[in-house]
């Protein structure tokens, strides 16, 4: 795991040469490929890699910001303090708008999917519903038992959650499937795309983050709303790779290029959340096991 937090900190936070050459490289081909129209040529396609790249390690430092100038600062607010140190309590407020967010955009992917009468639309909208299903859950159980006070509960709630996130998988895949035989999408109106963008990479990096960050603490609830919050980044990125296609690619083989980039980036999201879900419904059966022939009471 130490080798792993070494490569993404490489990834992540490269030299401020590497900074300075990509960002501008990569906003310079991408509007010479939007000025041109040639948006499926290989430059293209650099451009396209190098302005994500550039994108993710302007966002990753941005979010290092605070914590290396603002610390004390915020420090001197009890309530902010209080969130900064208590991990139960961040936890429990990280649910709370995590749990409104699912919501929200729940409610816009439904009604989109009604009105556009879009199966990727109505499939999102399960999809944030059965996250906000899972949030709940272990807002409850934070609520009534907090944080590392009983263990077999939270291996309870680690393992049902692996398995609506399981469930929530299938059937993700199986419109993707449809989605690909369709070549369905859909489009953001005007620049809504780029602020799609930044709070999708957004998500992502602060999952990948949180997931390394909070193992330490050997909490199953912990390490259950982490991934969670981590299937939910990578539904993020897929629905804005398929935005992006549909808004940006209108090459000659546009329909064959969708269909081929949006089944590879589906199917690795799928595999990772079930690569996750199995891990985490094995791990804490395991655990529970382990328990009972120890004779600790279930």
């Not at 709630?157 to 690909?180: D, E, H, K, P």
């Amino acid at each position: 795991m130490k080798h792993v937090k070494e490569v993404l900190d490489k990834i992540l936070f490269p030299r401020l040469a590497v900074v300075m050459i990509s960002v501008p490289a990569g906003i310079v081909l991408l509007c010479c490929t939007f000025w041109s129209g040639n948006e499926d040529s290989p430059i293209a396609y650099i451009s396209y890699t190098l302005s994500a790249y550039g994108f993710l390690i302007v966002c990753a430092r941005i979010i290092r910001i605070p914590k290396a100038n603002f610390g004390a600062a915020l420090h001197r607010n009890k309530y902010i303090h209080r969130y900064l140190t208590d991990i139960p309590f961040k936890i429990q407020i990280s649910l709370y708008v995590s749990l409104g967010l699912n919501l929200l955009f729940a409610a816009m992917k439904l009604f989109y999917g009604v009105y556009y009468r879009s199966v990727w639309f109505g499939t999102l909208a399960v999809y944030y519903i059965m996250l906000a299903m899972i949030r709940f859950l272990l807002l409850r159980h934070v609520n009534g038992n907090g944080i590392g006070t009983d263990m077999v509960s939270e291996l309870r709630q680690y393992r049902l959650c692996g398995m609506i996130l399981l469930l929530m998988n299938a059937a993700l895949s199986g419109v993707m499937i449809l989605v690909i035989r369709k070549n369905e999408g859909f489009h953001y109106a005007g620049y809504l795309i780029y602020v799609a963008a930044m709070y999708a990479f957004y998500n992502m990096i602060t999952a990948i983050r949180d997931v390394v960050k909070y193992r330490k603490y050997k909490s199953p609830v912990l390490s259950a709303a982490k991934a969670v919050k981590l299937a939910a980044a990578l539904v993020s990125m897929l629905a804005l790779e398929n935005a992006m296609l549909m808004q940006f690619n209108n090459g000659e083989n546009a329909e064959d290029f969708r269909r081929i980039m949006t089944g590879t980036i589906g199917g690795a999201v799928c595999v990772t959340v079930v690569a996750t879900a199995v891990f985490m419904i094995v791990k804490s059966t395991g655990q529970l096991k382990k328990r009972k022939n120890t004779g600790i009471e279930i």
